[in-house]
Each structure stands twice: as C-alpha cells, then as structure tokens.
C-alpha cells in the first residue's frame, strides 16, 4: 500500500510527464521495494545505494494486422497475473482469457519481464543455468534390524511320550545339518509300535489281510516319524530297538533348546528350535509419506557397521498393510543372502532401496524456485539481460534436491538459480509500477484480449483436450487407469498407472459414478531378476533361491483401433511392459 502510495503521488497527469516516466528510470532499494526515487541516491531505511529500474517501453495499441497475421504465437499469458502461461489459449485461474505473445515481440510487451543492468546483475548474485532431461530417483534411507527368516525355523517335537537317554546337540547357536543327530529317546509307545510291525512281518502270509496288517503297523511308525531307513534298519536286525535316534529336519542354527538329558518328554513338546540364517530379513520403518515409492522387487542394500568396506544386496519382498499409530511409519521386509553369515539376526543395519521414478524427466534444482502459497515461480533468464517469472507445476522430489517440472518451463531454457529473491522483488515492484504508469482500460490489452478470445473460439477439440488437462483440478476432472479393476483410484494428474502401466485418462464426476472397481491376480514370481522364469499361482518361495514370491497384476490387453472405452478414446490407450 505504500508502494501504491508513493507511485500515485509521484506520477503525473500530462502527457508530457507520461513520456519523460517512458524514459527515465525509477530507483529502488533492493531491501525495501517500497521506497522509490526519481534520482539516484541511498535507501533512507538501510542507506543502501538505490538501483535503477527501467520501465518497459509501450508499444502501439493497434499493430498492423499483416505483420500480426505473420508473427507466430510463442505461448499464451495471464494479463492478470504474472507469470501464469498456457501454450494453448487458455483461461487464467481468475477466468479470464489469456493473451497471445509473439515469439519477435513476446519479450517486450510481457510487463512482467524485468531488465536489469549487467553491473546491478552482478551485484545481487544472480547465478544460472540450463535446464536439463534426466532420470528422476529418490533414495530411501531408513534403520533396520536384521531378522530370522520365519520361512525357514523348523521346531523339534515328539508325537509319542519318552524319555531322553542321550543328546547328540547340548548347546545352544550349535550349527546342524539336515539329517544330523539330536537325541536318542526311549518311548514304551514306540517300542511296541516296533513289535507290532516285526510281528505282522513273521506272519508270512500274503493275502490280503495279511499284507492289510502289515502296511498298518509301517504306517504306523511313519506317522510317528520313524524315517524309511530307520524302518528298513529294523526289518535288518529283526529286533525293535529300545532307543530311536531323531534327526534334524533341516539345516539351522540352534537358537533355543529345551531338551535335557533324562527328561521326560511329553507328545508335542518343543525341544528344539533350528533357523536356517543363509537367507535372512531385514525389518525397516518407512514413513508413510515414502510409501509411494517403494515396489516389491525393488534393489535394496544394507551396510554394517562392523563391516563399513562391504555392501549387501537384496530385494524388497514385502510391505506390510498397516501403518504404525505413534510414529507414523511402515513395516518393510526385505531378504538377503547370507554367506558367510556375516548378517547376523539382532544386528541394526542401515538400509536403502533407490527408486527411478522417471527415466527422462525435465529437472529443476530446489535453489531456483520461489514458494508462495500454492505457487511456485522459478525465474527465466532472457537475452539482453532481462528475466521472465513462470509460474511451474511441480513433480516428485528427487535426489540432490531435484524436482520434476511437468509445465510452465522448457527443456535448455536459462533460469536463475541464485538471487531470484531479489528479482522477485524488482519484478513485483516494476509490475506495480507499470500498471499505475499505465492509462485505465488500455486499448492494447482490450485489443489483444478480443483476439484472443475469437481464437479461443476456433480451437479444436485436440487443444480443448489439452487446455482440460492443464487445468483439471479447477474444473473439478480426475484421472484414472481405463482398466475396470483400477477404476477405484484417482489421481489429480496425469501420466502413467502404477500398476499396470496404462496411460491415466481424463474423466468427469459423472462418469465416475458409472464405474465399477474390481482386480485381478496373474501369478506369483521370484523377484530377483535371473529367476523371472518362476512362476507360482500360491505364494511361497521360489525354488532356486528360497526367495518370498511376489505377487504380479494381470497385464491389460492393448484395445484394437474402433473400440470405445467409457472414459476415453481407444487412441490413448498404451501399455507399457
């Protein structure tokens, strides 16, 4: 207001201090916008040296209509507010129709863009550089705690009641091979399960109630898991053994035993418990707000501590369905191989998974863009040292402070990268300035406005397509995958589905309320890269490397040309593998 204040004093009313404001320069502080001087001098607030700021020139309101009919349209702009542009004809967020800029005098009739002097340019830091395509990723860094692998802990029981005569493993974190004795055990149970198989064995006969008989009392010791040699060793001697000598159901360590010799064993009681620890889990806490970025299959490593000169690479195999409630974060498996065994289950291990979250994105360093509210500007460096504020649609965040623009800049434009807080400054000072230096209801933006709203009107449907896509969160329209089992997802932008691949379409409240959710499974595969040819319709784990499976979407078939879908034209439709 009180830059207002000063202008209206300041400004004349006749014609010929209108042409002497075209002409001389206004200077300011670069501190304290608000304080402007027709001459040189020092900033009365911080007795900083005033810098100059020069007026854009005004062109003639009525350009010749040839000349106008050759120029071509570099994009479209906001008369209203600076910095808000459309490469097609457009609306502007306050509704009014955008105006065309010419590629051979966009730069000088854009009140928006400021010129600065290459000394006062060099003063205030002003630092650029070109824009760039690149791969969009994002690491994520989180603590995890090495695990057993549940998949692979075997407990020891008995199915018949006993009495532990000797222990072939008596400690515990012992290592032991399937097939490796534990203990000998004497059973009353066993013992005449033994005499009942040699006797049906003696009888010789070989009718039907005979060999009934035999194939009883030896599937009677198999259910009391008494292995096929074990059995052939007592048909050898002919005598039942006083003792049965059991074995270790796979290859383990031993983390927890509760056998004793001379107990007294009871029917189901744990006496061991064996973890295999050549695959193991890595437990980490995600915050909700990474979730989006994290894929089953995902590359993730691990590094120790105790081993800072090494890195563990493993795979993302699950992510848990709930969320913590105090500290906001989600539970993530992931599984490792173990030679060696040097990831070893309690140990803290710092854990990371990248993700690409676009091949080939135009990226825009945090440093060059100006936050204001739901804005963002980043400043365009022009020739002639002059400088244009855009208005930018930002992406994801990737890594090194990197953002993804999806409108508002080009690939291999210049922008401002330091210093654009003082150009923010100057421009909404020279804005102001130029719109009191201005006469009220200027022919020029009427003129342009007009013409700009009969193009408007002869636009195509392709362009009108275009201009809903940009300003589909005004006009209340939603993405979403045109495949019926993901109907139930919205998105506020465009681009591709993350679960099938599908292009996301634009659609209408209405059209909305028509569709059915639904989903699909195709199978479950191994999700280390060199076993994709595992293929299982029940989770599980893969057969070549103990793996969890994953589970994969049915992929959509592609739409012959001529079919309709209900929300969009079969043309947009395209999958990607």
């Avoid at 900033?43 to 350009?63: D, R, W």
């Avoid at 459309?86 to 509704?95: E, I, L």
């Avoid at 244009?388 to 999806?406: A, C, I, S, W």
Wanted: hydrophobic fraction near 35%; glycine fraction near 8%; include cysteine.
């Amino acid at each position: 207001m009180l830059a207002i204040l000063i202008l209206t004093g300041c400004g004349g009313s006749n014609s010929s201090d209108k042409s002497s404001a075209k002409s001389d320069p206004v200077y300011t502080c670069g501190m304290h916008p608000q304080v402007i001087r027709n001459k040189p001098g020092l900033c009365p607030i911080c007795e900083m040296k005033l810098t100059p700021v020069h007026k854009a020139g005004n062109h003639s309101a009525n350009p010749d209509a040839n000349s106008t009919a050759t120029r071509k349209i570099k994009y479209y702009k906001s008369s209203m507010n600076a910095g808000e542009t459309s490469p097609t004809p457009a609306k502007d967020s306050m509704g009014m129709e955008m105006v065309p800029v010419y590629e051979e005098t966009g730069t000088s009739n854009d009140s928006s863009i400021i010129a600065i002097d290459p000394a006062t340019t060099q003063m205030m830091g002003v630092r650029t550089e070109i824009l760039h395509r690149g791969a969009l990723r994002r690491t994520l860094r989180a603590v995890g705690t090495i695990d057993y692998n549940e998949m692979a802990m075997a407990d020891v029981t008995t199915k018949f009641k006993g009495w532990i005569e000797k222990l072939d493993v008596n400690a515990t974190g012992q290592l032991v091979m399937k097939g490796d004795p534990l203990f000998e055990i004497y059973s009353p149970d066993l013992y005449s399960a033994q005499r009942e198989y040699l006797l049906a064995r003696s009888q010789g006969t070989n009718n039907e109630s005979g060999l009934g008989l035999r194939a009883s009392a030896r599937t009677k010791l198999k259910f009391y898991d008494i292995s096929d040699g074990q059995i052939t060793e007592i048909e050898q001697t002919g005598e039942p053994r006083k003792t049965l000598t059991i074995h270790a159901p796979q290859d383990g360590f031993v983390t927890e035993k509760m056998a004793v010799q001379g107990q007294m064993v009871e029917p189901g009681m744990k006496l061991y418990r064996l973890a295999d620890i050549g695959l193991v889990w890595v437990q980490a806490q995600i915050y909700e707000q990474d979730l989006a970025y994290l894929k089953l299959g995902q590359e993730a490593t691990v590094t120790l501590d105790y081993l800072p000169d090494r890195e563990f690479r493993g795979r993302v195999t699950y992510i848990y369905p709930n969320v913590d409630e105090k500290t906001r974060t989600a539970r993530v498996r992931m599984e490792f191989h173990n030679p060696g065994y040097f990831l070893k289950p309690g140990m803290f291990a710092t854990a990371q998974v990248k993700s690409e979250l676009e091949p080939s994105a135009l990226l825009v360093p945090g440093m060059a863009i100006l936050r204001s509210g739901e804005k963002n500007t980043v400043f365009v460096a022009l020739d002639g040292g002059k400088f244009e504020p855009r208005f930018v649609t930002l992406g994801p965040q990737g890594e090194d402070d990197m953002y993804e623009v999806l409108s508002g800049l080009k690939e291999g434009e210049r922008i401002v990268t330091s210093g654009q807080f003082m150009l923010d400054s100057e421009s909404q000072l020279r804005e102001a300035i130029q719109k009191m230096s201005k006469p009220a209801g200027g022919s020029q933006s009427s003129l342009v406005t007009s013409a700009s709203a009969r193009n408007n009107q002869q636009t195509t449907n392709g362009t009108a397509a275009a201009t809903l896509s940009m300003k589909g969160h005004e006009t209340g329209v939603k993405y979403i995958c045109p495949m019926p089992e993901h109907v139930s997802i919205e998105y506020e932008h465009s681009g591709k589905c993350p679960i099938c691949g599908m292009t996301l379409v634009p659609v209408t409240a209405a059209t909305l309320k028509k569709l059915q959710p639904g989903g699909k499974l195709q199978y479950y595969t191994c999700p280390m890269p060199e076993h994709s040819d595992v293929k299982s319709e029940k989770p599980g784990n893969c057969a070549k490397c103990g793996m969890t499976l994953i589970p994969v979407m049915l992929a959509p078939p592609l739409q012959p040309p001529g079919t309709n879908s209900p929300a969009i034209s079969p043309a947009t439709h395209s999958h990607v593998q």
